[in-house]
């Protein structure tokens, strides 16, 4: 559904609803059980609600595309993903509440460790810890290059965010991240004039980095990646008339919602402090979303028995979640994390949409076979918001 | 398919085609018995049908979204309600047979009953009788304004319609119903110049119709909206190669037909007409549209009973449906009507073709958990149009 079909149909109400984004929730099954991670968890609370609620499988950008981040939950807001596109480097610095201009172009930093000729020889610099790698950010703020305001900020471990403030600066420069060991940063190519001269601003920046680096062991060098400007989108909470809220640990999700227009609330304890917040804030929001990134940790690192842990974690929130009373619950995943690939998919993921007004679908386990063969189909996740909204009583009736 | 394709790939052929559209087919279960009306009717026509055909269930317009019975329809035929709009005055002129020019604007009116402070205290009048209601409408054809020529026609109980026919009218004109009682007629508004001046005109014709009514008791005011021109469709018969009829009670039905391109056949009788209707013409056409709306009318009044008895009424002329002896029979709904939400809604559509090239699916009921799991899957309602077409050998093959 489109934003501006939205604008027109969204109407008033008074009810609620939550969307429950656990990360990189589809898995696949392992050869020595044939069961995926949500088939070998143990989640009675999700297969009750899976049997009284409308399930099937999200779609994140199409058949065969493997999402990252920003595309599965824009999708989940309703947003086309080919047609938005959020770069990794401004999404890192909404996440830490930088205030980004229109001007400005950010990316997403990693310090690394160099050997003595150069070569990156671990990438991520052994995840030296933000105690240490926000005195080196500081160190870096004394670099200065003409014509341009240089911004350098922490993020978290061995991660950290560039932002580059000038006029003309353009977002088409490719990353210095070799993506391997055992050889240098790449120096940074712009694709036109603008970017280029933005490239120049990057080399010299990492250059005189380097060199305020170089008597450090762990974190002796820095790549860049994911160049981008901040995006132009339209307001997910003005085109569908909801105060939303986030309730998200990590910047990065923090940072997605606030691009869409909500208002990420702070709850860095995790699952027992984010429903909290959600009933401490009942009356400011009509939607919350709430992000678990477990489940794409384990899987991210392989490992399906965390995995599978993570999801009976979520599993014992489910029944406080429900007692929130929202008059839309929907449990669902940005993309696929298969412990068996250890890294995101294009497989299809797990969804469940409770309401009043759903066709119980009486599958007997939320997972995805079941999800499957479910009564919602294999469909675009961007479909999700307007099913919310039509659950919610918030969408009037199309034509005559 | 879009109709461009159609027109390319349509080839003549002998066979017939027949679509019922059962208004507001679609239902939800109620919680005492978690069965649906279809779930709860006894339809054993319906059952032996569903099981030796394709099943599935229709989206009409998208996930989420509820549509009026314009966009209902004019997906089954083939068209994308996105992009083809209806407004509700011409439906209720052609449904009517009056024959709208291309610089004719149509409104629906509704007569109302206004207290002595010019507040609606009743927005239909009471349904004032058709006899009653059609003495008004004559007398309203008395108010003359200048530059325009008016025309104002009954419908049925307290509904007429109102033509305004001269150069240079816009539509974009607002509703002059404040949808609720308690409030007086909104003054009507225009959205552009033309439009501004077609409100005026709207303006001063209430003005002076409130002034011919004034000494009414039950209908002494009066409601406009949907303001239309009549849209530019492209011809369904032509561009499928089809001569199409269209068996339909209801004006409305009848007029959307004609705004496709069928011929409507008269048939005030009801089922028993509409099926002695089709035998009449057989040879004259190849497409069938016949429209039952008693399971529509029973959903919006909320009456769950009266759903069900109208599916069974249905059921009992699906024989004499089949026996006319078409090649390709379709039963599906333009929209969900759940009884439970006395509404329209964005509920996939039960739906089922059959022919001698179907996949039959051995569903044991036709009803929408059953559907849910059909071969079709769950498909836009303007797929519908093309699988027809195939199933009749009328579409040749698309490429070498």
């Given at each position: 559904m489109k934003l501006e079909l939205a604008r027109k149909l969204a109407q008033p109400a008074s009810t609620k609803i939550i969307l429950c984004v656990l990360d990189g929730l589809g898995g696949l099954a392992r050869p020595e059980t044939l069961r995926s991670e949500l088939e070998s968890a143990d989640t009675p609370n999700l297969d009750k609600l899976a049997s009284r609620s409308e399930v099937g499988l999200t779609v994140p950008v199409g058949m065969g595309i493997t999402p990252g981040s920003?595309?599965?939950?824009?999708?989940?807001?309703?947003?086309?993903?080919?047609?938005?596109?959020?770069?990794?480097?401004?999404l890192e610095a909404t996440g830490i509440d930088f205030e980004l201009g229109p001007d400005d172009v950010a990316a997403r930093g990693n310090f690394c460790t160099l050997d003595a000729a150069g070569d990156i020889v671990d990438r991520r610099a052994s995840r030296v810890p933000t105690e240490i790698s926000s005195k080196l950010v500081e160190r870096m703020r004394a670099i200065k290059i003409d014509g341009v305001e240089i911004f350098v900020e922490p993020v978290k471990d061995h991660r950290f965010v560039l932002v580059l403030r000038g006029h003309g600066l353009g977002d088409a420069v490719t990353t210095t991240d070799p993506q391997h060991t055992g050889a240098p940063p790449l120096p940074a190519r712009g694709a036109d004039e603008a970017s280029a001269r933005t490239a120049a601003v990057v080399n010299n920046f990492v250059a005189k980095a380097h060199e305020l680096l170089k008597d450090e062991t762990q974190a002796n060098g820095l790549t860049l990646r994911g160049f981008a400007h901040y995006p132009q989108l339209p307001s997910f909470t003005e085109a569908w008339g909801v105060r939303a809220a986030a309730l998200a640990v990590y910047p990065m999700y923090r940072g997605l919602a606030r691009i869409a227009g909500m208002d990420p609330?702070?709850?860095?304890?995790?699952?027992?402090?984010?429903?909290?917040?959600?009933?401490?804030?009942?009356?400011?929001?009509?939607?919350?979303?709430?992000?678990?990134?477990?489940?794409?940790?384990?899987?991210?690192?392989?490992?399906?028995?965390?995995?599978?842990?993570?999801?009976?974690?979520?599993?014992?929130?489910?029944?406080?979640?429900r007692?929130?009373?929202?008059?839309?619950?929907?449990i669902g995943g940005d993309h696929s994390t298969p412990a068996l690939m250890a890294a995101h998919s294009w497989h299809p993921v797990p969804f469940l949409i409770h309401s009043n007004f759903c066709r119980e679908s009486n599958v007997l386990h939320f997972d995805e076979q079941e999800c499957s063969k479910g009564n919602l189909g294999t469909f675009p996740a961007m479909d999700v918001m307007p099913l919310a909204m039509a659950h919610a009583g918030r969408l009037t009736k199309y034509g005559a």
């Amino acid at each position: 559904m489109k934003l501006e079909l939205a604008r027109k149909l969204a109407q008033p109400a008074s009810t609620k609803i939550i969307l429950c984004v656990l990360d990189g929730l589809g898995g696949l099954a392992r050869p020595e059980t044939l069961r995926s991670e949500l088939e070998s968890a143990d989640t009675p609370n999700l297969d009750k609600l899976a049997s009284r609620s409308e399930v099937g499988l999200t779609v994140p950008v199409g058949m065969g595309i493997t999402p990252g981040s920003g595309p599965g939950h824009l999708a989940l807001f309703g947003y086309d993903p080919l047609e938005f596109d959020i770069g990794r480097g401004v999404l890192e610095a909404t996440g830490i509440d930088f205030e980004l201009g229109p001007d400005d172009v950010a990316a997403r930093g990693n310090f690394c460790t160099l050997d003595a000729a150069g070569d990156i020889v671990d990438r991520r610099a052994s995840r030296v810890p933000t105690e240490i790698s926000s005195k080196l950010v500081e160190r870096m703020r004394a670099i200065k290059i003409d014509g341009v305001e240089i911004f350098v900020e922490p993020v978290k471990d061995h991660r950290f965010v560039l932002v580059l403030r000038g006029h003309g600066l353009g977002d088409a420069v490719t990353t210095t991240d070799p993506q391997h060991t055992g050889a240098p940063p790449l120096p940074a190519r712009g694709a036109d004039e603008a970017s280029a001269r933005t490239a120049a601003v990057v080399n010299n920046f990492v250059a005189k980095a380097h060199e305020l680096l170089k008597d450090e062991t762990q974190a002796n060098g820095l790549t860049l990646r994911g160049f981008a400007h901040y995006p132009q989108l339209p307001s997910f909470t003005e085109a569908w008339g909801v105060r939303a809220a986030a309730l998200a640990v990590y910047p990065m999700y923090r940072g997605l919602a606030r691009i869409a227009g909500m208002d990420p609330l702070p709850c860095p304890g995790g699952m027992t402090e984010q429903i909290e917040r959600i009933k401490q804030r009942w009356d400011d929001y009509d939607y919350f979303f709430v992000h678990f990134k477990a489940t794409d940790a384990a899987g991210e690192d392989g490992n399906f028995e965390a995995k599978c842990h993570a999801l009976q974690d979520f599993d014992g929130y489910v029944p406080q979640i429900r007692a929130l009373g929202a008059d839309v619950l929907m449990i669902g995943g940005d993309h696929s994390t298969p412990a068996l690939m250890a890294a995101h998919s294009w497989h299809p993921v797990p969804f469940l949409i409770h309401s009043n007004f759903c066709r119980e679908s009486n599958v007997l386990h939320f997972d995805e076979q079941e999800c499957s063969k479910g009564n919602l189909g294999t469909f675009p996740a961007m479909d999700v918001m307007p099913l919310a909204m039509a659950h919610a009583g918030r969408l009037t009736k199309y034509g005559a």
